[in-house]
């Protein structure tokens, strides 16, 4: 079963009542791997808190992210200060799979979001950025041992890419 037919089924099976679902992640923008498994986003009134869970059916790994009509955007607000829009970015480029007339508007958000990148840091976060970039170019200058330089060098590595997004107002990421 092809992933957007198995994700249907699996949107009718296990939330009938939904006011609108989206298919994203991997599967949607192309880059699925024989790993990849389908990320759905839902929508439902009935649900009164957030949650996340992860199934195998219809030959599929499922990532479920169910949603009501608030958790959504205090997700997108948490996500957005965090400057990892993942739950906006999965929304905007996601297939919709229901619609009961709600999903434009909620795309709609998640792109405006998006587009508007991140809150810049301010001076004195820059600083304190920059003054940890150094020490761990420090540390990982005066380090002796090959096995501590692995971590120090990845922890540069992260902290590098993480303060030329930020001071260019782009947002982070991780994982795919």
Not at 120 to 139: C, F, G, H, I, Q
Not at 151 to 173: D, K, M, P, S, V
């Amino acid at each position: 079963m092809d992933a957007i037919e198995a994700a249907k089924h699996f949107i009718q099976s296990h939330f009938p009542s939904c006011r609108a679902a989206v298919l994203a992640g991997s599967v949607v923008r192309g880059e699925a791997t024989d790993t990849s498994d389908l990320d759905i986003v839902v929508f439902d009134d009935s649900i009164s808190s957030a949650y996340r869970e992860s199934l195998f059916q219809y030959g599929w790994a499922i990532e479920v992210f169910v949603h009501n009509l608030k958790s959504y955007r205090d997700f997108f607000e948490s996500d957005c200060k965090r400057a990892r829009p993942s739950l906006p970015r999965m929304v905007h480029e996601g297939i919709v799979l229901k619609d009961s007339g709600i999903i434009d508007k909620i795309k709609s958000e998640a792109g405006q979001l998006l587009k508007n990148g991140p809150a810049p840091w301010s001076s004195e976060t820059v600083a304190m950025k920059r003054y940890m970039l150094t020490d761990t170019l420090d540390d990982f200058i005066g380090s002796l041992r090959s096995d501590e330089d692995l971590f120090i060098a990845n922890t540069l590595a992260e902290a590098i890419q993480e303060f030329f997004l930020r001071t260019h107002h782009q947002w982070i990421g991780a994982s795919k």
